[in-house]
């Protein structure tokens, strides 16, 4: 082994006493569709940014040395009154008492540098960060909000995969891969100030990386917080309290799940309970007999039963101060507004869901979207000539970030129509016989796999779920149920905010339903939610998920004087589901078909 251990400087949360801790089966081979195929001009209007691998390279090497050299700084961090119940201490996130872990057993995990030489040929200014974090998407790093705020990833940061060590002096990554981040999501009530605000942020990668992803929990998991519940806590952190070098080899250990008024009654107000989790035993104040995540750790996952339960948050400083409980930042809670980063129909790359619209001439547009802001919906890219095609659907299927076009031709076969992560999009043929189906979605991940799906209704008005596989085809088809030929379906994303894809429908009254997702293909929903009467009044609805970039799910619909309606998500359910309806404009009428 050729690493050399490092001292960490995380970018720490600034709190009191923190430890900086952050039927059918559609599996053709894919063919070349034949016929004309729809060609994007380009993958989007705004391209992604993109650093050489020798650039990534030199960014590892850097936060390296400046971490080793310890001229590493904390970026703003404010100096927060003590709690009168916590011990005296600095907010500053090890893992103690561990062992070795295999990059096989966590092929999720990833480490995080960060190097800026602020454009000096002196050292002395340079920072240099490192943090763990995981992969939860092949695109898509879950981390601590204080490993990302105030820094700039995309400029300055680089993801390590794929390896249980430290790189070397000298380059070696140890048969991993470095890829870059493009864009960076920071919970928006995390509060840097104190250790409150749900301390979680989400790093979109420049690629894909070909690794094992691992998933959060859901928002109705209870029994992974129960106290005594085993949890493994990962991360590259100090070892020990009396020295400063963060660990060379990826380390684990496992501890308990406390309950909220454990950590409650030694850390006080400082422990906000419903956003953080509380885990372990109390510190011995010596190595000797602890078991705590450190300096080194922040935003590496706690792991329950096969999924993130938590992220490392902070603690006390040294990590073994007496009676002392590690924090984590509790996932459960933040589920909707994490999935919302991770399934999304982002077309331009800003992290905002956009949306797919042709004319009945047959050209096809990219509507962006501004946001939360009028009028939503602004400029626009000609895709050219998308005529011919009874129904067009916009989904990342294979979970890259760029993406797909799920279409179906006049002779009711489905294609895939996917940037090929080099120069251009290609079509793929997913299977025929599809005219039988008169709608068809992407909700997102109905059976709780993590891959997107497929819901399809037919002719006779029987619902049918197609598990996605992840790289466009899916799995043999599941039935959710009959009775649908009069309702109108719809839906992306995760609109009641517990972490699963939901459905919405509106019936022949037009009533508009949410039916809840339940994480697996059968049942596929849970019992229906009455969103609302008078939903008649609109004749097309286009669902691309987050379109405001709240972390929520929304909804847009045409009526029928061709005026185009947002809805934007609550994250509740029944009345409650959107807030009132904001117009967008008129002249909507012009299109024929919403993707």
Not at 177 to 191: F, H, I, S
Not at 374 to 403: C, E, F, N
Not at 481 to 503: M, Q, V
Request: hydrophobic share 35%; glycine share 14%.
């Amino acid at each position: 082994m050729t690493s050399t251990p490092r001292r960490a400087r995380l970018a720490l949360p600034a709190a009191t006493a923190a430890l900086a801790l952050s039927g059918a089966v559609l599996a053709t081979a894919p063919a070349q569709a034949s016929g004309t195929t729809p060609l994007p001009p380009r993958p989007a209007v705004t391209e992604r940014p993109a650093a050489s691998q020798a650039e990534l390279l030199e960014r590892v090497r850097g936060s390296g040395a400046a971490l080793e050299s310890d001229t590493a700084a904390t970026p703003g961090q404010p100096k927060p009154a003590q709690s009168a119940e916590a011990p005296s201490g600095t907010v500053d996130p090890k893992i103690i008492g561990g062992k070795n872990a295999t990059i096989a057993e966590a092929p999720w995990m990833v480490q995080l540098h960060y190097y800026d030489d602020k454009g000096t040929t002196g050292t002395a200014d340079d920072e240099g960060y490192f943090c763990g974090g995981t992969l939860v998407a092949p695109a898509k790093v879950l981390t601590a909000a204080h490993c990302v705020y105030g820094l700039d990833w995309a400029e300055n940061g680089a993801v390590l995969a794929g390896t249980a060590q430290l790189p070397g002096d000298d380059g070696d990554l140890h048969g991993g891969r470095v890829a870059g981040v493009y864009r960076q999501w920071v919970n928006p009530t995390y509060r840097p100030s104190t250790t409150s605000g749900g301390d979680l942020a989400v790093l979109t990668l420049t690629e894909a990386l070909p690794y094992k992803t691992l998933r959060t929990t859901s928002s109705d998991d209870t029994a992974s917080y129960a106290n005594g519940t085993p949890a493994t806590v990962y991360g590259w952190g100090r070892t020990s309290s009396t020295s400063e070098d963060i660990s060379p080899t990826l380390k684990k250990a496992t501890v308990p799940m406390r309950s909220d008024a454990a950590c409650g009654s030694y850390w006080g107000s400082d422990f906000v309970a419903g956003q953080m989790a509380c885990a372990g035993d109390p510190a011995a104040g010596q190595d000797a007999g602890t078991v705590s995540p450190c300096n080194g750790d922040s935003g590496g996952p706690l792991v329950v039963n096969g999924r993130i339960a938590g992220v490392v948050s902070w603690g006390v400083e040294d990590c073994v101060a007496s009676g002392a409980y590690g924090v984590y930042a509790k996932t459960r809670t933040y589920a909707g507004e994490i999935n919302a980063r991770v399934d999304d129909s982002d077309l331009d790359f800003d992290g905002l869901a956009d949306l797919f619209v042709r004319t009945p001439g047959g050209t096809a547009y990219e509507y962006y979207s501004l946001g939360d802001r009028s009028p939503y919906l602004a400029d626009r890219l000609s895709l050219g000539d998308w005529g011919g095609l009874s129904l067009v659907r916009q989904a990342d299927l294979d979970r890259d970030h760029y993406q797909d076009y799920v279409y179906r031709t006049p002779d009711g076969v489905l294609h895939r129509f996917a940037f090929n992560g080099d120069d251009r999009y290609e079509s793929t043929r997913v299977g025929g016989g599809w005219n039988v189906m008169n709608d068809i979605r992407v909700p997102g991940d109905l059976s709780g796999d993590a891959l997107p799906d497929l819901v399809a209704k037919d002719k006779d008005g029987v619902l049918w779920l197609y598990p996605g596989k992840g790289d466009g085809l899916f799995g043999t088809r599941v039935r959710i149920g009959g009775g649908w030929a009069k309702y109108t379906i719809t839906g992306k994303g995760d609109y009641n905010r517990d972490g699963r894809a939901d459905l919405l429908a509106r019936d022949g009254s037009g009533v508009l339903w949410l039916y809840p997702g339940t994480g697996k293909a059968s049942p596929a929903l849970g019992s229906r939610v009455r969103v609302g009467g008078g939903w008649s009044a609109y004749n097309a609805f286009a669902t691309a998920g987050d379109l405001t970039g709240d972390g929520r799910p929304d909804l847009l619909a045409r009526d029928t004087s061709g005026v185009l309606w947002l809805y934007k998500g609550t994250g509740g359910t029944g009345t409650a589901t959107f807030k009132a309806r904001i117009r967008v404009g008129g002249g909507w009428g012009a299109f024929n078909l919403f993707g």
